[in-house]
């Protein structure tokens, strides 16, 4: 089992920048990735970004490329999304998602079995 616990959301104006942090417990496999998804009132869970455990492969959305960058520590645990030159377009829940068996599609959330609960992100114009 694995758990995830996701912190770093609040309001911000346009322009600003905020860095999410998820905080995973439970045994995280070598060939585990982990992504950020996120979800506007009234649209489906939208990819944001992907990071294999073991390997250098970074992945993110057309979006939000350029601008946000996701990161993680194994020592501790913990993936990041630092999130630049947001928009009111960026305003949604934020969710951390856990993989650990390593698929390819990784932009599909149905390839995650493991969520947080979300933290709130709101852009201000």
């Known amino acids: 089992q694995v758990q995830l616990v996701e912190s770093g959301g609040g309001l911000v104006q346009a322009g600003g920048s905020l860095r999410l942090s998820c905080a995973a417990s439970g045994d995280i496999s070598s060939d585990a990735v982990m992504a950020w998804f996120r979800q506007a009132p009234g649209k489906e869970r939208e990819f944001v970004a992907a990071?294999?455990?073991?390997?250098?492969?970074?992945y993110y959305a057309n979006s939000v490329k350029g601008r946000f960058a996701i990161s993680r520590d194994n020592a501790k645990n913990m993936v990041y999304l630092q999130m630049n030159s947001l928009q009111p377009d960026d305003t949604a829940v934020y969710y951390c998602?856990?993989?650990?068996?390593?698929?390819?599609?990784?932009?599909?959330?149905?390839?995650?079995?493991?969520w947080g609960q979300g933290t709130q992100v709101t852009v201000s114009s």
């Open positions: 998602a856990a993989d650990l068996l390593g698929h390819l599609s990784y932009a599909r959330s149905v390839t995650y079995a493991y």
């Open positions: 990071i294999r455990w073991s390997a250098s492969n970074i």
